[in-house]
C-alpha cells in the first residue's frame, strides 16, 4: 500500500502532509472537506490533474480529520495505491429513488461483483437520507460482507451535504467501495462514550426516522422542554443531548440525534430508525468520557489484527466535536496511541456513523460514535 496525503487550509495553496517520492497508480482518492470548499466548480478538475488516472471520491464534512489535526473549512486528499488487492466504486442519487434509502441500497449494492467482496465502505449524503432503510438496502443483497462508512456533513449549519464520484459533489448522492483481495485486513469498530441520565419514556408513535409521540405526549413538546433556553437553537442544540434507544430487534442500546424537527406536525426527523415501544433516554457527554470512548474504539479495532494498520479512515459524529470544542484533537490523539503512527489517519466529522456493534457483523447506523476502519495489505 502507497499513501499519499495533501491538505488545503481556506484561502491557502495545497500543502504535502505524507509525500510519495513515486506517482501513485490508478489510486483511490479520498476527498474530504467543507461544504462550501467543494462547491467550487474547478476543485474536481484540480484534483484531476494532480491524479490523473485517480478513482475521486468527495465528501462533505462538520470537521476533517488528516494525521492527528482536526480541521475547518478545509480540503483533505488521501490518496491510496494498492499494490496486492483492488476496489470497485458505484454510486446511486437517493433523488433518483423519490428518497426511498432502502430502494436505492439494494440497487446499489447489487452494482458491486460479489465474487471475492471483503468489505464495503460507504460515503452518503447525510442531510435527509435515513442512515437505518439505506443499511437495510445495503445488507439485503450479500449476507457476509461487512460494511462502515458514514454520512456526510455541513458542520452545524444542517444545510445540505455533498458527495461525488469522478466529478463535482452534488446533494443527494451515496457512494460505496468495494474492497477485494485476500492480502486485504480490515478491522473495524465503533465507540461512543455517552451517558444516559432522566427518565426512561417509551415510543409511542413513530413512523420509520419520525419521531411523534413519547408516553403518548408530543415528542417534540417534551424535547423543547428538557433543553429549556437551548430548545430555541434546535436542531442544533439536540447534538448535545441525543436520544439512547433500546429496542426488541437490538441487542445492545443505539443513539440517535436530531437531524431536523417540524414545527407544522410537531415531530422530531432522526437519523436512523427509531421503532414504537423502544425506550428512549436523554444522553449527555463530558470531554474525558468521549476521549475515552474514542481510546475503546481503537483498542476493539486492533484487537485480533494479524498487521498493524497502514491506514485509518476515522469517521467521527459533529455532536462529539462540538462537546470536545478547542479540545477535540484529543480523541484523534487517543486512536493514534492505539493504532501507531506507521497508519495514515484520514477522516471526517459525521451526521452518523456506520459500522457494526463490537458483537456481530451486522452493520448499524450510530449517533455520537467514534467509528475506525483499519487497513492492511
Given at each position: 500500500m502507497r499513501l499519499q496525503q495533501l491538505t488545503k487550509l481556506k484561502n491557502q495553496d495545497w500543502m504535502v502532509v505524507r509525500?510519495?517520492?513515486?506517482?501513485?497508480?490508478?489510486?483511490?482518492v479520498l476527498v474530504f472537506g467543507n461544504r462550501f470548499e467543494l462547491e467550487n466548480p474547478e476543485l474536481y478538475q484540480e484534483i484531476?490533474?494532480?491524479?490523473?488516472?485517480?478513482?475521486i471520491v468527495f465528501g462533505s464534512t462538520a470537521g476533517e480529520i488528516v494525521g492527528e489535526r482536526v480541521h475547518d473549512n478545509a480540503i483533505t486528499?488521501?490518496?491510496?495505491?494498492?499494490?496486492?488487492?483492488?476496489?470497485?466504486?458505484k454510486r446511486e442519487n437517493i433523488l433518483d429513488h423519490d428518497k426511498d434509502a432502502r430502494t436505492l441500497g439494494a440497487t446499489l449494492i447489487k452494482k458491486l461483483p460479489q465474487e471475492g467482496l471483503k468489505h464495503v465502505f460507504v460515503v452518503s449524503e447525510g442531510s435527509f437520507v435515513n442512515g437505518s432503510a439505506l443499511i437495510e438496502g445495503l445488507e439485503s443483497q450479500y449476507k457476509d460482507v461487512t460494511f462502515t462508512g458514514g454520512l456526510c456533513g455541513d458542520n452545524d449549519r444542517f444545510e445540505k451535504t455533498l458527495v461525488g464520484y469522478n466529478q463535482n459533489s452534488k446533494e443527494g448522492e451515496i457512494v460505496v467501495i468495494g474492497f477485494y483481495g485476500d492480502t486485504l485486513d480490515i478491522s473495524y469498530a465503533q465507540f461512543g462514550g455517552w451517558t444516559p441520565f432522566g427518565p426512561e419514556r417509551i415510543i409511542t408513535k413513530s413512523d420509520h426516522n419520525i419521531l411523534y409521540e413519547l408516553d403518548h405526549q408530543p415528542a417534540l413538546d417534551l424535547y423543547?422542554?428538557?433543553?429549556?433556553?437551548?430548545?430555541?437553537?434546535?436542531?442544533?442544540?439536540?447534538?448535545?443531548?441525543?436520544?439512547?434507544?433500546?429496542?426488541?430487534e437490538r441487542s445492545e442500546p443505539i443513539v440517535r440525534t436530531v437531524l431536523s424537527i417540524d414545527e407544522a406536525s410537531n415531530t422530531m426527523i432522526l437519523a436512523g430508525d427509531v421503532p414504537e415501544g423502544s425506550v428512549v433516554q436523554l444522553m449527555m457527554a463530558n470531554i474525558d468520557n468521549i476521549a475515552d470512548g474514542a481510546s475503546k474504539a481503537a483498542q476493539i479495532a486492533m484487537d485480533n489484527r494479524s498487521n498493524r494498520p497502514e491506514l485509518?479512515?476515522?469517521?467521527?459524529?459533529i455532536?462529539?466535536?462540538?462537546?470536545?470544542?478547542?479540545?477535540?484533537?484529543?480523541?484523534?490523539?487517543?486512536?493514534?496511541?492505539?493504532?501507531?503512527?506507521?497508519?495514515?489517519?484520514?477522516?471526517?466529522?459525521s451526521y452518523g456513523e456506520l459500522a457494526p456493534f463490537t458483537s456481530g457483523k451486522t452493520c448499524e447506523l450510530h449517533n455520537q460514535t467514534m467509528t475506525l476502519t483499519l487497513f492492511s495489505e
Open positions: 509525500e510519495h517520492t513515486e506517482e501513485l497508480k490508478k489510486p483511490l484531476r490533474q494532480m491524479f490523473p488516472d485517480g478513482e486528499i488521501t490518496a491510496i495505491e494498492f499494490e496486492k488487492s483492488s476496489f470497485i466504486i423543547k422542554r428538557y433543553l429549556g433556553d437551548k430548545a430555541s437553537l434546535l436542531p442544533q442544540s439536540a447534538l448535545l443531548y441525543p436520544l439512547s434507544v433500546k429496542s426488541k485509518a479512515i476515522l469517521i467521527s459524529c455532536g462529539r466535536k462540538l462537546v470536545m470544542d478547542q479540545r477535540v484533537e484529543e480523541e484523534v490523539e487517543e486512536v493514534i496511541e492505539l493504532i501507531g503512527d506507521q497508519a495514515v489517519v484520514s477522516g471526517f466529522y
